[in-house]
């Protein structure tokens, strides 16, 4: 049984560009979440997708966008890339219900240069 | 907005010493949930505490959460080396998704 998948696990972008980073949720789940962890930080909420629309956002941009596809997997994108916005960005699923535990992909670590 | 505290923010002990970390929420949680975090890797759920004053084991870990539901703590008796880590606490009020403390960074000595 697969956990929660995540590609690419390393990605160096420049500044402006734009960057999709995929998420496939452990079996069974349907519910997947993003999070920015910065060096040295936990884990910021970025949003989560259900039924294949954003149901709740975090405090982040509007350059930050992603995508639920039928299967449940998932697509961060962030567009106009900054400096700050080089992270590791983890995804998260978990089943239905709210009080649920979430399993964490190994995440992508992106350097914005 | 939401905000949940961890203190302290790194801690070293001796291998065989006791280690706690403690929680704070600026709102009422429905839930807490606690993740272990290893150097380079992604968190991992421990446990999750939903009653007000609810307290669970793990072997030589302790979780606790506050009768208030706005502060929890973890208690690791004994550290051992395979205790290093980032401990870190998530909480959810109602249906929100979970916010995650700044964590606690523990350091064992041997």
Known sequence: DAGVTQSPTHLIKTRGQQVTLRCSPKSGHDTVSWYQQALGQGPQFIFQYYEEEERQ?????????????PNYSSELNVNALLLGDSALYLCASRGRGWVTEAFFGQG?????V | GQQ???IPQYQHVQEGEDFTTYCNSSTTLSNIQWYKQRPGGHPVFLIQLVKSGE????KRLTF???EAKKNSSL???ATQTTDVGTYFCAGRAGANNLFFGTGTRLTVIP
Not at chain 1, 108 to 112: E, G
């Open chain 2, 75 to 77: 208690h690791i008796t």
């Open chain 2, 4 to 6: 949940v505290m961890q």
């Open chain 1, 57 to 69: 956002r975090g405090n982040f941009p509007d350059r930050f966008s992603g995508h639920q596809f």
């Open chain 1, 108 to 112: 992508t670590r992106l350097t914005v």
């Open chain 2, 64 to 66: 606790q959460f506050g």
């Open chain 2, 55 to 58: 307290v669970k084991k793990q």
